[in-house]
């Protein structure tokens, strides 16, 4: 089967919460990413149940007719921070911040939120032998299955773009193989 994994939009920044809807630009990312998945047979759609996820599945649910599934087993890992920042602004902002947040990929919780994460995903590949399956979930989820996938210690170790799109092939016999990563093509048209 193929599992594509997709990076939620740009949501918007905040302090109040670790849950932010789409900004004006992830919605526009979202609909760009669900006219290239258009054209391609997908069999079902899973999302994370984070706003930002479930609001970027939501254009190629509806253009493809899909139910989106949720699953609290592909949230991102600080989903109980109380605050978004866009890892790209924190990055720019206050670099020594980034790099105390992807330091964090070594630490004992990075290697929890990675077993729940290849628990799911698992559990969707059992679920959808023979089928192509489009998670729409998280920068950190993508990070510790591509890790899981490569036989790597889990850790944040490449920057996911918003909406690209990451697909592995997965045997019923158990190997998993990455196919591609980081597919932004959709957001380069016009």
Known sequence: MELILLRHGLPLRTAD??????????????????????RERIDAVVSSTMRRAVQTAEPYAALQGHEIQTDDGVVEFDRDSGSYTPMEELKRDDYEAW??????GRDADIARFQKTVVATLEGVIARNAGKRVAVFCH???INVWTAHVL??????????????IHRYLCAGTGERNLFSLNDIAHLRSA
Do not use: N
Request: charged share 20%.
């Open 151 to 164: 036989d790597m210690a889990p850790r944040l170790f490449f920057e996911p773009q918003y909406t690209s």
């Open 139 to 141: 920068g950190g989820v």
């Open 17 to 38: 919460s670790a849950d932010p809807p789409l900004s004006d630009e992830g919605h526009v990312q979202a609909r760009k990413v669900a006219a290239a998945l258009a």
């Open 99 to 104: 790099k105390r947040f992807v330091a964090q």
